[in-house]
């Protein structure tokens, strides 16, 4: 099994680009690729399940070819490594620390997109959205963080 983590900065702006959709909102976030703080984290759980380093290693910040990239292509890459492995996708549970905007209503969207990038069932993606209770980063709105831990299986 893996565990990833992820932040990232908030600004002024929008959409809110989340979980491999654009959720209308008066803020988003900010980073070297698309900054979908979900995939990251989700793509990080998938390496390190398979040990297979992490997603800073993969695709390095320093390299003009990431910039502004499709954080749904970095997710299906790792997938792949993984795959080349011998290992397959069992279940995901995923949680998005955000005070705004509610997750609720986008739940079932995310999963179906989140299920398509990585060919696998809605059924096998659990998303929790918490807010920060308006205390620290995530509370005062100036970050959005992401958890996610994966279970694989063998495919041998
Ligand atoms: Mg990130």
Redesign the pocket.
């Known amino acids: 099994m893996g565990l990833g983590h992820?932040t990232?900065r908030i600004r002024p702006g929008g959409p809110l680009r989340l979980g491999g959709i654009d959720i209308p909102h008066d803020r988003e976030l900010i980073?070297h690729s698309d900054?979908d703080?979900l995939l990251?984290a989700i793509t990080d759980a998938l390496l390190g399940a398979a040990a297979l380093g992490d997603?800073g290693q993969m695709f390095p910040d320093t390299d003009l070819a990431h910039r502004g990239r499709d954080s749904a292509e970095m997710l299906r890459a790792a997938l792949d490594a993984v795959r080349a492995l011998g290992w397959r996708v069992v279940n995901l549970d995923c949680v998005v620390c955000a005070q705004r905007p509610k997750l609720l209503p986008y739940r079932q969207l995310i999963r179906q997109r989140l299920a398509d990038i990585m060919g696998i069932e809605p059924e096998q993606i659990g998303l929790k959205g918490k807010t920060g209770e308006s205390v620290g980063p995530v509370g005062r709105e100036e970050a959005i963080e992401a958890m996610c831990v994966v279970l694989l299986a063998s495919e041998m």
């Open positions: 992820d990232h980073g900054a703080v990251h997603i």
